[in-house]
């Protein structure tokens, strides 16, 4: 079974960081680009960032760009997310997310995890 | 940033009548980078269609979407009780992705 496991949520003082980590299991994990996504308290969704298969390039929101590092272990079938300097805003749930195979041209996240919680307060 | 703009904001429906749910961009999209999620309370999104009008694994042949340039639409053409949530329209340009705000589909 295809399926992301988010762990690694908790409770964070403003400033504070988190690592946050998706493992990945029932598909070939390095041959796929991995997003986080994330979802406030009764708000939408929204993209926070992007990794492609090997680790070599990264993309981020401008919102979390210069705070939060992506990164992924292929080995271990797990990708991650450092979050440092946090805010209030930053309090989400954040999703792990699958992107489509590559080489069709379409762009889409087919598999999800049931995310981790993120509280940033004092 | 291409920034989408779902309508409407709610949309209140009977199980059995058609749905028609509105996503535009700021600026043209390509077809191929535009899907639509569903999610319901306490859940994950669901994908539901990609390349604009593409069906995903799984999904019933109830749910279109259709679309190009800037307006893009998802009709659900009998809702199911199981089709009360939220949707949500999805963008990738210059490698930043974004999302709309969602539509609900409530059940009047």
């Known amino acids: 079974e295809v399926q992301l496991v988010e762990s690694g949520g908790g409770l964070v003082q403003p400033g504070g960081s988190l690592r946050l980590s998706c493992a990945a299991s029932?598909?070939?994990?390095?041959?796929?680009?991995m997003h986080w996504v994330r979802q406030a308290p009764g708000k939408g969704l929204v993209w926070v960032s992007r990794?492609?298969?090997?680790?070599?390039?990264?993309t981020y929101a401008d919102s979390v760009k210069g705070r939060f590092t992506i990164s992924r272990d292929n080995a271990k079938n797990t990708v991650y997310l450092q979050m440092n300097s946090l805010r209030a805003e930053d309090t989400a749930v954040y999703y792990c997310a699958r992107e489509g195979p590559r080489g069709y041209n379409y762009y889409y996240m087919d598999v999800w995890g049931k995310g981790t919680t993120v509280t940033v307060s004092s | 940033e291409i920034v989408l703009t779902q309508s409407p904001g709610t949309l209140s429906l009977s199980p059995g009548e058609r749905a028609t749910l509105s996503c535009r961009a700021s600026q043209s999209v390509s077809s191929s980078y535009l899907a639509w999620y569903q999610q319901k309370p306490g859940q994950a999104p669901r994908l539901l269609i990609y390349g604009a009008s593409s069906r995903a694994t799984g999904i019933p042949d109830r749910f279109s979407g259709s679309g190009s340039g800037t307006d893009f639409t998802l009709t659900i053409s009998r809702l199911e009780p199981e089709d009360f949530a939220v949707y949500y329209c999805?963008?990738?340009?210059?490698?930043?992705?974004?999302f709309g705000q969602g539509t609900k589909v409530e059940i009047k």
């Open positions: 029932g598909f070939t994990f390095s041959s796929y680009w």
């Open positions: 990794i492609n298969s090997d680790g070599s390039s990264t």
């Open positions: 999805q963008q990738c340009g210059s490698s930043l992705w974004t």
